[in-house]
Nanobody, 126 residues
Framework: QVQLVESGGGLVQAGESLKLSCAASGRTYGWYTMAWFRQAPGKEREFVAA??????????YYTDSAKGRFTISGDNAKNTMYLQMNSLKPEDTAVYYC?????????????????WGQGTQITVSS
């Protein structure tokens, strides 16, 4: 089993920055992908960014809206993943979730992720 706990959400103004953390505990070894998703009010949950821990090391992926503004990183010693979000926009307002999927295969499909955190709210005012 894996437990994920997010933190770092809050209320910010447009243009400001936030850094989210996702602390993992349990069976976090082997090949896996850790990802950030978000769900805005009235919308489907969507992929934001991911780190894939595979045979060749760590591969990083971003959705188009996150490229250039968000940076995903990890601290293996602390079993923690981060999402640094800069130049935040009102449309970034959502509940942000971290998720983990075991295995080598990479996917951005939420149903393929078995482990989820409880989510943290980010609100960006204009």
């Amino acid at each position: 089993q894996v437990q994920l706990v997010e933190s770092g959400g809050g209320l910010v103004q447009a243009g400001e920055s936030l850094k989210l953390s996702c602390a993992a505990s349990g069976r976090t070894y082997g090949w896996y992908t850790m990802a950030w998703f978000r769900q805005a009010p009235g919308k489907e949950r969507e992929f934001v960014a991911a780190n894939r821990y595979g045979v060749a090391g760590i591969s990083t992926y971003y959705t188009d809206s996150a490229k250039g503004r968000f940076t995903i990183s990890g601290d293996n010693a602390k079993n923690t993943m981060y999402l640094q979000m800069n130049s935040l926009k009102p449309e970034d307002t959502a509940v942000y979730y971290c998720a983990l999927r075991r295995g080598l295969a990479y996917t951005e499909y939420q149903n393929d992720y078995a482990y989820w955190g409880q989510g943290t709210q980010i609100t960006v005012s204009s």
